[in-house]
């Protein structure tokens, strides 16, 4: 049994198999998920897990290069974009409307659940190289 990080097996996993340059979603409890994208749905109940503590743990163990966001996260949820940002320091990034976001979500290896319920709580991670 694993000591530390993610113990989730099914995540733990896909984290370890991406390679540079693939996507990886978190949403929130509402955020659709394509047909065909593998989801790790973690959510439990209402806040459990928060969309920041999927954040904190993906972030741990994956190496991102660049992130995307919804366009009405300025707005609707300001707090957590800022939240983003101060995990994500110095690393590029760009924001769509979230019809758009939705529609690229298509494109993600993998996409993680949370349980999060505050509005347009969803990143798009893309992956990058540790050297």
Known sequence: MKKTGILNADLSYLIAALGHKDLVMIGDAGMPIPEGVTIVDLALTQGVPSFKQVL???LSEMEVE????ADEMDDKNPLLK???GEQLPEIEH???PHDDLK?????????????????????????GVVF
Do not use: C, H, Q
């Open 56 to 58: 904190d743990a993906v």
């Open 103 to 127: 529609r690229f979500s298509s494109r993600v290896k993998f996409a993680i659940r949370t349980g999060e319920f505050s509005p347009y709580a969803n990143v798009i991670l893309r992956a």
């Open 82 to 84: 800022a939240y983003v």
């Open 94 to 96: 760009e924001s769509m």
């Open 66 to 69: 660049y992130y995307f966001l």
